[in-house]
């Protein structure tokens, strides 16, 4: 096994990443790093071997790991990466804060950062991912971040670098999110936690979130631009699509489309990775075949699978 560098923080091999994941699959990563802190991750990255990729991974909301795992040493941002504060407007927020948090924090010093309130996961992901819902993006309020460059070097990004686009940018590759600053519209705060009510009592009412899964599976087929701002929406929605297909409720072993909402992925228990990923190729087959639209993937899909899973 590769020699890797000493740490501060605590590195751990094999472990199994459905542990990790809100979708509770995957196989073992070859090793999970939780860095001490910025100059630990500087220092890991910079003496880690070059043919030995990184994965950094936060909560993993938006993510099937397969069940064969992943050959690679994973970064899981812990306490000392999550503080959040607020000045003049400005969110400062670490990449392991929850986007939920973030929202509340801002709300209670009168920064409108709503939109984050009902996105899963934590800064580091919504800003890789442009997340946004409600007509509103990581992308309309992102001002810069903090990252640590795969050579160790730490560096400060302004937004306008990373090409946020519809659920995707251009960050570097291996490159970890430390920090991410924001800026929202000043507000009452009482009337920003009313309004983030109103958004959780929406999404329980329309989504399953008491059900085990990762979000919505897939991007809207048409709507956005590539800005992913507001002023670019249509009508076409990927459930719509899923739903003319005839897929709600679909079901493959423990994997289920939701009947409740058909662009979430449910593992109604003891559901492998190759069962959830299937039965979203067999969507997105089914899609293509009634409608001609190709359904993307927006839950990240990575690691191998089992050998009996192959081919």
């Known amino acids: 096994m ?7 923080g605590t590195l751990i091999p094999g472990k199994p990443l459905s542990e990790l994941t809100w979708l509770r699959v995957g196989g073992p990563a070859d090793w999970v790093f939780h860095p001490a802190d910025t100059d630990d991750l500087s220092t890991f990255l910079r003496d880690l071997p070059a043919d030995m990729p990184v994965f950094p991974m936060g909560v993993g909301s938006n993510l099937i790991v397969r069940d064969g795992g992943l050959r690679a040493v994973v970064v899981r941002l812990g306490r000392g990466f999550n503080g959040i504060s607020v000045e003049r407007g400005r969110v400062t927020a670490g990449a392991a804060a929850l986007d939920a948090h973030v929202a509340r924090r801002a709300a209670d010093a009168g920064v409108d950062l709503t939109f984050l309130r009902t996105i899963p996961g934590a800064v580091g ?15 309309d309020h992102l001002i810069e971040i903090r990252a640590v460059l795969r050579s160790g070097d730490i560096v400060t990004c302004p937004a306008s670098e990373l090409k946020l686009a519809y659920r995707s940018s251009a960050l ?10 924001f800026e929202g519209a000043m507000a009452d705060p009482a009337e920003l936690h009313a309004k983030m009510a109103e958004q959780l009592r929406k999404r329980d009412e329309t989504q399953p979130t008491k059900d085990r899964s ?34 709600r409720g679909a079901q493959r072993g423990g994997a289920q489309m939701s009947p409740m909402h058909s662009n979430f992925l449910v593992n109604t228990g003891g559901a492998t990775a190759a069962e959830l990923e299937g039965l979203g190729e067999e969507v997105r087959k089914r899609v293509f075949q009634h409608s001609g639209i190709e359904l993307v993937w927006e839950i990240k899909r990575i690691g191998e699978p089992m050998p009996s899973d192959e081919g």
């Open 2 to 8: 590769t020699q890797l560098p000493d740490v501060r």
């Open 125 to 139: 992901g919504a800003v890789c991912m442009n997340a946004g819902c409600y007509g509103t993006y990581v992308a």
């Open 172 to 181: 570097p590759e291996g490159a970890v999110i430390i920090e991410a600053v």
């Open 214 to 247: 990762a979000g919505s599976t897939f991007r809207n087929p048409a709507g956005f631009s590539s800005t992913g701002r507001a002023d670019d929406v249509h009508d076409l929605k990927a459930w719509k699509v899923i739903d003319d297909a005839g897929m």
